[in-house]
């Protein structure tokens, strides 16, 4: 009885020490498992992080261009804007030049008009002095 005693014992120190080992088996593949889950979330959301940058570069890329196109369309429309305000001035001083003129032509006709006047006062007075004569000389 005795050795079956002690052979019980030795089994149930083997089955303990057999259960520890499994224990520590399953908590190694535990822990392995758990790193290895790690490593992929990492992984994914590296994965993931990486094609959101990716997709917000190509946006970031696309509205410098736009920019840039932008920024070109202003200067050439400030260009534009600054000949159409010199073309405008030139046009004003024509046009000031033109009125000018207008007036000039409209001061020399009543200068005209004016001498004309004053000659045929002068004409008809000549005329009235020439027939006084005329008259005095015949009678």
């Known amino acids: 009885a005795p ?36 490593r992929e979330a990492i992984a994914a959301a590296t994965s993931l992080t990486e094609a959101l940058v990716d997709h917000l ?9 736009n920019q840039r196109k932008l920024d070109h369309e202003v200067k050439t429309l400030q260009v ?19 009125n000018q003129a ?12 004016s001498i004309e006047m004053d000659m045929r006062t002068i004409a008809t007075a000549l005329e009235y002095v020439h027939k006084g004569h005329l008259q ?4």
Not at 136 to 139: D, I, K, L, P, V
């Open 80 to 98: 534009q804007a600054g000949q159409f305000a010199k073309q405008t001035a030139q046009w004003i001083t024509m046009v000031e030049g033109f």
């Open 136 to 139: 005095a000389a015949s009678s």
């Open 57 to 65: 570069n190509v946006g970031v890329a696309q509205a410098y261009v």
């Open 102 to 113: 207008l007036k000039e032509i409209g001061d020399v006709e009543n200068w005209a008009r």
């Open 3 to 38: 050795v079956v005693l002690v052979q019980s014992i030795e089994l149930k120190a083997a089955a303990c020490v057999w259960w520890q080992i499994l224990y520590k088996f399953t908590v190694c593949v535990h822990q392995f498992d758990q790193k290895r889950r790690r």
